[in-house]
């Protein structure tokens, strides 16, 4: 891969760390008026209103169902769509209602060591390695430090081991649908966003108006908030989701779940005035050493060149 889309692709990782660590707070602030099912729907819609008109407007529009291999490109934006989207948000959403704050953090830090195996047999080049494995591991224990023991506090919910395993699959989930994005042949990239999209939002939207339902009186400040979630954490990052995973793999693109959990505790500090946990430097020199070891061959051949 040549130093200028190796450089872009670090660029766009840290950007969507950035976009998703932020993205807590918003939720925070959006679920003062409106309930958890329909900010996933409200998001999921808005993100695929709003790269719908990106696509129709500077792109090629939505992918073509007829000609060379159209069939095939949506059955992978639809697997998309359902594991990367759909799927996951209604287990986490589910799940975190009878599990510690923290355990879905955790389970997310699982991703990258979900990816390694399935990339290994199914994504040519993509290799595991003994590096990797444990610079995902150092990695994950670096996220569990920061998060504390506290994540694995048990709630004493009879549905406490379902929602568990919800969080589990969620973050399974999430590793099929980076592998289905990088399986899927060649074809516009933000087409294939937007498709990716309109067609979660055709699953999950009704989901969320049977158990939830339209909700009512919305502040200001919500709908603020999800705009937010909608064009940004949702519709510019599946953008970039896809740019990065189609250019440097999955396995690369896992490495955002270690980044997550960090900039939503600065962000907590520097905007909510939340108290900086004392794990914080800890937890970064692990995540950014595991980061480092794992990805060790190619930040030589980035910075030699």
């Not at 693109?253 to 270690?258: P, R």
Request: aromatic fraction near 8%.
């Amino acid at each position: 891969m040549p130093s200028s889309i190796a450089a872009k692709n670090w660029a766009k990782l840290a950007l969507l760390g950035v976009i998703w660590g932020a993205s807590f707070m918003f939720v925070s602030v959006a679920l003062q008026t409106v309930g958890p099912l329909m900010i996933v729907a409200a998001r999921i819609s808005l993100g695929a209103v709003f790269l719908l008109v990106l696509a129709y407007s500077i792109g090629n529009g939505l992918p073509p169902i007829k000609g060379r291999n159209g069939r095939i490109i949506w059955a992978f934006a639809l697997a998309m769509g359902v594991f990367s989207n759909a799927v996951p948000f209604a287990l986490l959403t589910w799940g975190q209602q009878f599990v510690a704050s923290g355990f879905a953090g955790v389970c997310m830090s699982v991703v990258p060591l979900l990816v390694l195996p399935l990339a290994h047999f199914a994504v040519p080049g993509d290799r595991m390695s003994l590096r990797r494995l444990v610079g995902f591991v150092i990695g994950t224990v670096g996220v569990v430090v920061l998060i504390g023991p506290q994540a694995f506090a048990s709630t004493d919910n009879s549905l406490e081991m379902f929602a568990r395993l919800a969080c589990v699959g969620a973050a399974g989930c999430y590793a099929v649908g980076s592998i289905c994005t990088r399986l899927c042949p060649d074809v516009d990239r933000l087409g294939l966003a937007a498709a990716t999209l309109l067609l979660a939002a055709v699953i999950f939207v009704p989901y969320a108006l049977l158990n939830e339902g339209l909700p009512g009186d919305v502040s200001g400040l919500s709908l603020i908030a999800l705009l937010y979630l909608g064009i940004l954490p949702t519709g510019v990052a599946q953008i970039l989701l896809v740019q990065v995973i189609r250019d440097a793999g999955p396995v690369f693109m896992s490495l955002v779940n270690y980044q997550v959990p960090i900039w939503s505790v600065v962000f907590g500090v520097l905007l909510l005035a939340e108290p900086l946990p004392p794990s914080l430097i800890t937890a970064m020199a692990l995540i950014l050493g595991g980061v480092m070891l794992s990805q060790l061959g190619a930040l030589r051949r980035l910075f030699r060149r």
